[in-house]
């Protein structure tokens, strides 16, 4: 089946340490998307691709990276500069940059120890 | 600054009740309004509008868009304990870099036996 595979469920952090989060998709999608969900709040965009070798920051870029080496993978890491990590992830993607709709993975829970 | 706002924030009501959940939004350059549901992890999509006045419907589900006003309702009739989920409500515009999608923080429907 197509869809959006996002590893590990939960992970855990130790302050000062970098850590990274997978999504792969096998829809054949150009566009991916990772988003974070806070309690109370609606999801944010922190970075999207449209395409191969190509990524923009969103809107709450700051402590986060990505890499898009691949069309099916989009792997954020969420550095030691990011203060405030704890969160839900989302990955999405969508046929093309701004094409609707976008479809999820099944998020990853990320914790501080 | 673009902002869309769902309300209420939660709500409860018992099996069997039809519930109505709103979405409005000021979006620079509109260019559709999606419906998701969100149980414990991957929100799912819905609904997308784009015209004003056409209904969209889905089982017991329903929504509909109204560009004039500025605003979505999604209609759940006859729910079910399964209904129980975020609700998010997100607006795609047109320009800008992203073409990005803005959500709103979400309903949460608990429906009880």
């Known amino acids: 089946d197509g869809g959006i595979t996002q590893s590990p469920k939960y992970l855990f952090r130790k302050e000062g340490q970098n850590v990274t989060l997978s999504c792969e998709q096998n829809?054949?999608?150009?566009?991916m998307y990772w988003y974070r969900q806070d309690p109370g709040q609606g999801l944010r965009l922190i970075y999207y691709?449209?395409?191969?070798?190509?990524?923009q920051k969103g809107d709450i870029a700051e402590g986060y990276s990505v890499s898009r080496e691949k069309k099916e993978s989009f792997p954020l890491t969420v550095t030691s500069a990011q203060k405030n990590p704890t969160a839900f992830y989302l990955c999405?993607?969508?046929?093309?940059?701004?094409?609707?709709?976008?479809?999820f993975g099944d998020g990853t829970r990320l914790s501080i120890l | 600054e673009d902002k869309v706002v769902q309300s209420p924030l939660s709500l409860v009501v018992h099996e069997g009740d039809t519930v109505t959940l709103n979405c409005s939004y000021e979006?620079?350059?509109?260019?559709?309004l999606l419906w998701y549901k969100q149980e414990k992890k991957a929100p799912t999509f819905l609904f997308m509008l784009?015209?004003?006045?056409i209904e969209k419907k889905s089982g017991r589900l329903s929504s509909i868009l109204d560009k004039k006003e500025l605003f979505s309702i999604l209609n759940i009739t006859a729910t079910q304990t399964g209904d129980s989920a975020i609700y998010l409500c997100?607006?795609?515009?047109?320009?800008?870099?992203?073409?990005?999608?803005?959500f709103g923080t979400g309903t949460l429907l608990a429906v009880q036996p």
């Open positions: 997100a607006v795609a515009g047109y320009g800008g870099a992203t073409n990005k999608l803005i």
């Open positions: 829809l054949n999608h150009d566009a």
């Open positions: 784009t015209s004003s006045g």
């Open positions: 979006v620079t350059n509109f260019r559709s």
């Open positions: 691709s449209q395409i191969v070798n190509d990524f």
């Open positions: 999405a993607s969508s046929i093309r940059q701004g094409g609707q709709p976008q479809h």
